[in-house]
């Protein structure tokens, strides 16, 4: 008698329970940046001639979203990449880099400003950062760091080039950064190397008083794209490379061949709804022969190692029930 009357209540926590699949929209998404933003889930991601923001009430899914154009690519501009929208300070910016319409090699970083306080809202014209320095720049982040500073972090090939390498900057404020770029790392290993030397990417994790810098590697055209992963501790000064630890010698999220995964990267990082866990946002292929042309965003939920530091799951092929975002309606 008694395991019949536990089974309706195990029928209801069954239901009560929601999943999700990814990816978590039906269509291509490179570089896929969310925001969490007074209740509401904000999406970017590349379109090559505009920025579009996408408004969820849900994490896991966006295939109904509100759509907004925030920007649009002048005449003669191409090639627009991986925007990246940061509240700092009580206001909105998105990041993005643009070329000039002639060369890749002309690719700069840009920043725009929502108007008010609404993403959905107006946005200012775009403000080119570091114009001083007319060097190769992508993928633009921002560390707000805890002495209260703001840092710009991108991607950029050295003079002469010979691989994509991570450099800092100090910011004067969100829309100016301040020469001179420091370098923070050059790939040097054999999961940076698939395809050409890269360290793209870059997304700022802080937990329990540690920050820590994910960021891509390799070619986001081979399947071999994958994540990485360095840190600073003690609030050391980030200008100072290093300040930096720099030991980790393996991916810490990469292709699942068993799972038909490949081109795991470009990852953001953004809480669910009740703020008890942390979500990746990253994008992948399902074919191994996939160059990086169907790129579509998907979200999987972090842990935490015992040395408060990120612990990424096994990436999860599509189509497969997951366990929903926590406090998801």
């Not at 940046?33 to 009430?57: A, C, E």
């Not at 920043?111 to 633009?140: C, F, H, Q």
Request: with cysteine; glycine share 6%.
């Amino acid at each position: 008698m008694k395991i019949l009357l536990l089974l309706p209540l195990f029928g209801v926590l069954c239901q009560a329970q929601k999943f999700y699949t990814n990816p978590i929209l039906d269509y291509v998404a490179p570089d896929p940046n969310i925001i969490k933003y007074n209740g509401f889930y904000y999406m970017v991601y590349t379109q090559h001639d505009r920025i579009d923001i996408l408004k969820s009430s849900i994490l896991s899914d966006f295939r109904n979203a509100e759509r907004k154009e925030a920007y649009r690519a002048p005449a003669n501009r191409a090639n627009l990449w991986a925007p990246e929208m940061h509240v700092i300070r009580g206001e909105i910016f998105i990041y993005f880099t643009m070329d000039d319409g002639v060369a890749d090699a002309n690719h700069r970083m840009y920043v725009i400003k929502a108007d008010t306080n609404d993403p959905m809202g107006i946005w200012s014209s775009a403000v080119r950062l570091l114009p001083e320095e007319d060097i190769y720049a992508i993928d633009g982040t921002v560390l707000q760091y805890g002495n209260g500073e703001l840092y710009f972090i991108w991607t950029g090939f050295p003079d002469p080039p010979g691989s994509m390498n991570l450099y800092i900057a100090r910011m004067e404020n969100p829309m100016k950064v301040i020469a001179p770029r420091i370098l923070l790392r050059t790939p040097s290993m054999d999961w940076e190397m698939h395809g050409y030397p890269v360290n793209e990417g870059p997304f700022i994790v802080e937990n329990a008083g540690r920050t820590f810098l994910i960021f891509s590697a390799s070619s986001t055209f081979t399947p071999d794209y994958c994540l990485g992963m360095m840190g600073i501790d003690d609030l050391r000064d980030p200008l100072i490379q290093s300040n930096w630890w720099n030991d980790l010698n393996f991916c810490l999220f990469q292709r699942n061949d068993g799972e038909g995964v490949f081109g795991t990267g470009h990852a953001s990082f953004v809480r669910s709804p009740d703020d008890s866990e942390l979500w990746m946002v990253y994008h992948a292929v399902d074919d191994v022969n996939d160059l990086g042309v169907n790129r579509r965003a998907r979200i999987q939920k972090m842990e935490w190692n015992a040395d408060n530091s990120p612990k990424f799951p096994a990436a999860i092929g599509i189509n497969k029930p997951l366990v929903a975002p926590s406090g998801e309606q």
